[in-house]
């Protein structure tokens, strides 16, 4: 009997597919109008400065201002939900779906009621980040139409505002 190795062989029929998970990259994307891609980069500012403006040193974590008003015990953590709450207001004015309106409004009391515990809700403060967890869940929904289930970079940032 003589066998023949057939595995380096292909016929012109024979196609290889590759199977792997989407990416949410994968996802298509619209390209926004300018007006929606500007109020949305001021929205992104907006989050930028209440939780990602200062980069503590030795570490991967930026604290905003919303940490330094999360000192002041209760009134602090009041006024952060005056940046948070026109996030939610503007994107809702952008025609946000309103299960988008309700998990904005979820991530905002996450942070508001763990924030509410003296020194544990100061750390969470600076890691929690819900305005630029809630911008993001905005861009992607205006981009795809979709509401992730969860984000790519865990509320973090992509990148500084230009």
């Not at 980040?129 to 929904?141: E, G, H």
């Given at each position: 009997?003589?066998?023949e190795n057939n595995s380096n062989?292909?016929?012109?029929?024979?196609?290889?597919?590759?199977?792997?998970?989407?990416?949410?990259?994968?996802?298509?994307?619209?390209?926004?109008?300018?007006?929606?891609?500007?109020?949305?980069?001021?929205?992104e500012n907006i989050?930028?400065?209440?939780?990602?403006?200062?980069?503590?040193?030795?570490?991967?974590?930026?604290?905003?201002?919303?940490?330094?008003?999360?000192?002041?015990?209760?009134?602090?953590?009041?006024?952060?939900?005056?940046?948070?709450?026109?996030?939610?207001?503007?994107?809702?004015?952008?025609?946000?779906?309103?299960?988008?309106?309700?998990?904005?409004?979820?991530?905002?009391?996450?942070?508001?009621?763990?924030?509410?515990?003296?020194?544990?809700?100061?750390?969470?403060?600076?890691?929690?980040?819900?305005?630029?967890?809630?911008?993001?869940?905005?861009?992607?929904?205006?981009?795809?139409?979709?509401?992730?289930?969860?984000?790519?970079?865990?509320?973090?940032?992509?990148?500084?505002?230009?």
């Amino acid at each position: 009997m003589i066998f023949e190795n057939n595995s380096n062989k292909t016929s012109a029929h024979q196609t290889e597919t590759v199977t792997s998970k989407p990416t949410f990259d994968a996802v298509h994307r619209i390209q926004l109008p300018p007006e929606t891609e500007a109020e949305l980069k001021t929205l992104e500012n907006i989050a930028w400065t209440m939780e990602n403006l200062i980069p503590l040193p030795a570490t991967s974590v930026r604290i905003g201002l919303d940490s330094f008003l999360g000192l002041i015990p209760v009134v602090g953590d009041v006024f952060t939900l005056v940046p948070a709450a026109y996030v939610v207001r503007s994107a809702a004015r952008l025609g946000a779906s309103r299960r988008l309106l309700i998990r904005m409004v979820l991530n905002i009391m996450v942070d508001l009621v763990v924030g509410i515990v003296p020194v544990i809700g100061d750390i969470f403060d600076a890691t929690w980040n819900a305005s630029t967890r809630n911008t993001q869940l905005l861009r992607i929904w205006l981009e795809t139409g979709t509401i992730p289930k969860q984000l790519p970079n865990a509320g973090q940032p992509e990148h500084s505002p230009a």
